[in-house]
């Protein structure tokens, strides 16, 4: 079964830093998702993205983040100077088509993003 | 705005019955059920679309009451395996290009 893959699974670094976080959504799914979850604490929503642009975001996705699909498959998020609070488990997910049963967001593994 | 789910936690034995309840203050489109273990992604447990549906596979079962915003999910004869935390996601429709809002989840735990 098709799923949903993002790497590295665990990433550390240290405050200030830049980090990429990839994801390789399920192959003919068109809408991709970044969501992260603090620990202990709910899955929050981040960016939406379709047809190469950033569709949506929230109010945590600012100008440290952004994302890009440089090829057919992979999906990144970039975050450019990294700061403690950034510490969290971030997901990606991708869903295939607008309605129906084929709303339904599929997630990858996560990252665990842990800044020093 | 994030829905609000309850119970925040439910202890059971195996064999026993729940029900976990999330609610919405905005008009929805659509409920998305999952279920995370410790340190393990989301999985999808079941959608359910507006117009007010009930849904089940096996022994987990949900219904989505459109007018008053609200979706339960029924986990019936529980089983060890049915232990994590449950969140419903909402997704408004519209323009909000399927993002989920999260409520802050239901930790389930069953006890032999």
């Known amino acids: 079964e098709p799923e949903v893959t993002q790497t590295p699974s665990h990433q550390v670094t240290q405050m200030g830093q830049e980090v990429i976080l990839r994801c390789v959504p399920i192959?003919?799914?068109?809408?991709f998702y970044w969501y992260r979850q603090i620990l202990g604490q709910k899955v929050e929503f981040l960016v939406s993205f379709y047809n190469n642009e950033i569709s949506e975001k929230s109010e945590i996705f600012d100008d440290q983040f952004s994302v890009e699909r440089p090829d057919g498959s992979n999906f990144t998020l970039k975050i450019r100077s990294t700061k403690l609070e950034d510490s969290a488990m971030y997901f990606c997910?991708?869903?295939?088509?607008?309605?129906?049963?084929?709303?339904?967001?599929?997630f990858g593994p996560g990252t665990r993003l842990t800044v020093l | 705005q994030q829905p609000v789910q309850s119970p925040q936690a439910v202890i059971l034995r195996e064999g026993e019955d729940a029900v976990i309840n999330c609610s919405s203050s905005k008009a929805l489109y659509s409920v998305h059920w999952y279920r995370q273990k410790h340190g393990e992604a989301p999985v999808f447990l079941m959608i359910?679309?507006?117009?007010?549906e009930q849904k089940g596979h096996d022994k987990i079962s949900a219904s989505f009451n459109e007018k008053k915003q609200q979706s339960s999910l029924y986990l019936t004869a529980s089983q060890l395996s049915y232990s994590g935390t449950y969140f419903c996601g909402t997704n408004a429709g519209g323009t909000s290009y399927g993002k989920l809002t999260f409520g802050q989840g239901t930790i389930l735990t069953v006890h032999p």
């Open positions: 192959s003919n799914h068109l809408y």
């Open positions: 359910l679309l507006k117009g007010g």
């Open positions: 997910a991708s869903r295939p088509l607008w309605g129906g049963a084929s709303d339904t967001q599929y």
